[in-house]
Every structure is written in structure tokens, then in C-alpha cells.
């Protein structure tokens, strides 16, 4: 027979309230021995919650949702959902993946959001797809939602920044301060389609402003190694190559290491080459790969600003979080 929530609680001599609370994650009042009995007591029994029961009871999904630009391939993706699953699992919460990379995903996934699937969502930066508008209708339905990007934000959400304009545009001046001065960017498909540059392609833009630097050099490429590689190669054929390549990611950094020594060049002595990501595999390029992006590669603050909404009685004022970025110098530039 299974065993229940009620002899749990005999066995830890506490309520089934408490029982309720501990296995649910809502346990900030429960005392940290309390806890700890009402946990042994439930590994004892073998106790899982229905979670089938718990979800019609309180017509919840027990399930919390990552939209992000796509599956896999970027390292600093698979440990944000590395460490929202975490969370979730020790919340009693499962986790479902909308990829959202075009206009219709982004459409498609707010109509699947405000339809129920999940009782909060995280949604990682996936470009201009999903729009402040979009992002108005989920909160609109009462759902959680907490978003990582430098763009607008509708109220009622929390939102995690990031410096990237002046983190880029210090590694442009660095490129500039060892005298390059045909800098060419590698840019993301997003960036190139605005009114007006943002981010890493407006850091890129600033630092050669500031040094009356008119050649200005900016190609798509930097969405995934292949086109990286097609791009970095493509420059470095033309008639007059750039000096110093900033990618807008890692991964397209290292594809250009890759281009500029396939063409018979040296990086940094003929092309100096700098990424965005920060990624432990730019320690094992050749040379190490000079690089901007966040310093610590830890989103437990930033999957605890949703588990926080998603539980707490009252909706809480939105917050903003700024994760700290810098500019890390190595031996690619």
C-alpha cells in the first residue's frame, strides 16, 4: 500500500501541514530540525507526493517552463537549465523547453504559456522574437515570470541584466590600445536586423567612435561555429582584411581561430580574436581565447527569483538583478 502524507507526520511527530509544507519547498517557517525529521520520516516510508492529486487540488501544473533561442550548443544555456532543474527537483517540480527563434515560436509559445502548461517561466535572452507586447500577455495571466535580457520589460516580472555594451566596448578599446584599427565584428542575426545597434554591436561601435576610427566592418556569423568559420574566411580573403576580430560569442571566436590559422595566419600577431561567453573551452584554444561575459557562470540567484515569485503568497515588486561581466585579456588578443 502506498504510504501517506498522515503517516509521515505520525512517524515524524509533527501535522500533515507540515509534511505538506516541507515536501513542497513552502517550508521558510518550518524549523531546520523539523525539516530534517519530516524528511527522514518520508525516506523511511519510501513517501512521494501524487503529485497527479496535488496539481488537480490546486490546479497546478507542478511544472515550470525555460524559454530560451534554442537546444543546446551553448554552454552557458545548459547550465542555466542545469540549475533550474536542480531547483525544481528539490521544489518537487518538473521542467519543460519552448525554443523560441523565430517570430512564430515566440507567438506559439505565449499561446502554449497562457494556456497552462506550466505555473511560471524563466525565459532566456532569445533576441527580439519575444517582444515586450508578448511578454505583457503571459503576465497578464497571472503566470510568474522572470526574464534574463537587456531589453523591455513589461511590469509584474523580474528582469536579469548584464553591462554588455560597456564590457564590449572595454575589449574593443583594448584591441584598439594594441593598434588594430580594422576591427570587424561577427554578429548575431538578431543584431543586425534594428533601427539602432544594441549590446555587444553598440560596445563595438562606441569604443571606435571614441577613437575616430571610420572603418567599420560588421558581418552575420556568430550563431554558430560553421557560419563563424564561413565568415572569419571570407574576410580574411577580402581586399582589405581585418587586423582584430570581437565575436559576439565564444563559439564563433574559436571558429575564427580556426579560419585565421587555416589561412596560413597567426593569431594574435596577424589577427587578434575576442569572444563573448566567457566558456571553459576558450581555456584549451590555442592561443587562449580573450574573451568578454559574466564572471561566474552560477544562475541559482536567478532560478531563486522564480521559485520565490511562484511561492510567495502576494506577488512581490518586480526586481532587477545585474550580473556582474568583465573583460578577461588572454592570449588571443
Same mark, same amino acid.
Given at each position: 500500500?502506498?504510504?501517506?502524507?498522515?503517516?509521515?507526520?505520525?512517524?515524524?511527530?509533527?501535522?500533515?501541514?507540515?509534511?505538506?509544507?516541507?515536501?513542497?519547498?513552502?517550508?521558510?517557517?518550518?524549523?531546520?530540525?523539523?525539516?530534517?525529521?519530516?524528511?527522514?520520516?518520508?525516506?523511511?516510508?519510501?513517501?512521494? #507526493?501524487?503529485?497527479?492529486?496535488?496539481?488537480?487540488?490546486?490546479?497546478?501544473?507542478?511544472?515550470?517552463?525555460?524559454?530560451?533561442?534554442?537546444?543546446?550548443?551553448? #554552454?552557458?544555456?545548459?547550465?542555466?537549465?542545469?540549475?533550474?532543474?536542480?531547483?525544481?527537483?528539490?521544489?518537487?517540480?518538473?521542467?519543460?523547453?519552448?525554443?523560441?527563434?523565430?517570430?512564430?515560436?515566440?507567438?506559439?509559445?505565449?499561446?502554449?504559456?497562457?494556456?497552462?502548461?506550466?505555473?511560471?517561466?524563466?525565459?532566456?535572452?532569445?533576441?527580439?522574437?519575444?517582444?515586450?507586447?508578448?511578454?505583457?500577455?503571459?503576465?497578464?495571466?497571472?503566470?510568474?515570470?522572470?526574464?534574463?535580457?537587456?531589453?523591455?520589460?513589461?511590469?509584474?516580472?523580474?528582469?536579469?541584466?548584464?553591462?554588455?555594451?560597456?564590457?564590449?566596448?572595454?575589449?574593443?578599446?583594448?584591441?584598439?590600445?594594441?593598434?588594430?584599427?580594422?576591427?570587424?565584428?561577427?554578429?548575431?542575426?538578431?543584431?543586425?536586423?534594428?533601427?539602432? =545597434?544594441?549590446?555587444?554591436?553598440?560596445?563595438?561601435?562606441?569604443?571606435?567612435?571614441?577613437?575616430?576610427?571610420?572603418?567599420?566592418?560588421?558581418?552575420?556569423?556568430?550563431?554558430?561555429?560553421? %557560419?563563424?568559420?564561413?565568415?572569419?574566411?571570407?574576410?580574411?580573403?577580402?581586399?582589405?582584411?581585418?587586423?582584430?576580430?570581437?565575436?559576439?560569442?565564444?563559439?564563433?571566436?574559436? %571558429?575564427?581561430?580556426?579560419?585565421?590559422?587555416?589561412?596560413?595566419?597567426?593569431? =594574435?600577431?596577424?589577427?587578434?580574436?575576442?569572444?563573448?561567453?566567457?566558456?571553459?573551452?576558450?581555456?584549451?584554444?590555442?592561443?587562449?581565447?580573450?574573451?568578454?561575459?559574466?564572471?561566474?557562470?552560477?544562475?541559482?540567484?536567478?532560478?531563486?527569483?522564480?521559485?520565490?515569485?511562484?511561492?510567495?503568497?502576494?506577488? #512581490?515588486?518586480?526586481?532587477?538583478?545585474?550580473?556582474?561581466?568583465?573583460?578577461?585579456?588572454?592570449?588571443?588578443?
Amino acid at each position: 500500500m502506498r504510504p501517506t502524507a498522515k503517516q509521515v507526520a505520525e512517524l515524524a511527530g509533527v501535522s500533515t501541514a507540515t509534511v505538506s509544507y516541507v515536501l513542497s519547498g513552502r517550508d521558510r517557517r518550518v524549523g531546520a530540525e523539523t525539516r530534517q525529521r519530516v524528511l527522514d520520516a518520508a525516506a523511511r516510508l519510501g513517501y512521494t #507526493p501524487n503529485q497527479a492529486a496535488r496539481s488537480l487540488r490546486r490546479r497546478r501544473t507542478q511544472r515550470v517552463c525555460l524559454v530560451q533561442g534554442s537546444f543546446g550548443g551553448v #554552454p552557458t544555456d545548459e547550465r542555466l537549465a542545469r540549475d533550474l532543474h536542480e531547483m525544481a527537483d528539490g521544489h518537487g517540480y518538473s521542467v519543460v523547453t519552448l525554443a523560441v527563434y523565430s517570430e512564430a515560436r515566440a507567438v506559439a509559445a505565449v499561446d502554449v504559456l497562457r494556456g497552462g502548461i506550466a505555473d511560471a517561466v524563466l525565459v532566456n535572452n532569445v533576441g527580439d522574437h519575444l517582444t515586450e507586447e508578448l511578454l505583457a500577455q503571459v503576465v497578464s495571466a497571472r503566470l510568474p515570470t522572470v526574464v534574463i535580457g537587456n531589453g523591455p520589460v513589461p511590469p509584474g516580472c523580474d528582469v536579469v541584466r548584464a553591462p554588455e555594451t560597456e564590457v564590449s566596448a572595454e575589449a574593443v578599446e583594448h584591441l584598439i590600445a594594441q593598434g588594430r584599427r580594422r576591427v570587424a565584428f561577427l554578429a548575431q542575426r538578431y543584431e543586425l536586423y534594428r533601427d539602432r =545597434p544594441i549590446g555587444r554591436l553598440l560596445g563595438y561601435h562606441t569604443a571606435l567612435d571614441r577613437h575616430g576610427i571610420e572603418q567599420r566592418t560588421v558581418v552575420s556569423g556568430a550563431d554558430d561555429r560553421v %557560419s563563424a568559420y564561413q565568415a572569419a574566411t571570407g574576410l580574411l580573403r577580402s581586399p582589405d582584411p581585418p587586423d582584430a576580430v570581437f565575436a559576439a560569442s565564444d563559439r564563433a571566436a574559436i %571558429s575564427t581561430i580556426w579560419a585565421v590559422r587555416d589561412a596560413g595566419l597567426r593569431v =594574435p600577431a596577424d589577427v587578434a580574436v575576442v569572444g563573448v561567453g566567457n566558456i571553459d573551452e576558450g581555456l584549451i584554444t590555442n592561443p587562449q581565447l580573450s574573451t568578454v561575459g559574466p564572471i561566474r557562470h552560477d544562475y541559482t540567484d536567478v532560478v531563486r527569483l522564480l521559485f520565490d515569485r511562484l511561492q510567495a503568497e502576494e506577488p #512581490p515588486p518586480a526586481r532587477e538583478i545585474v550580473r556582474p561581466w568583465t573583460f578577461v585579456r588572454r592570449g588571443s588578443s
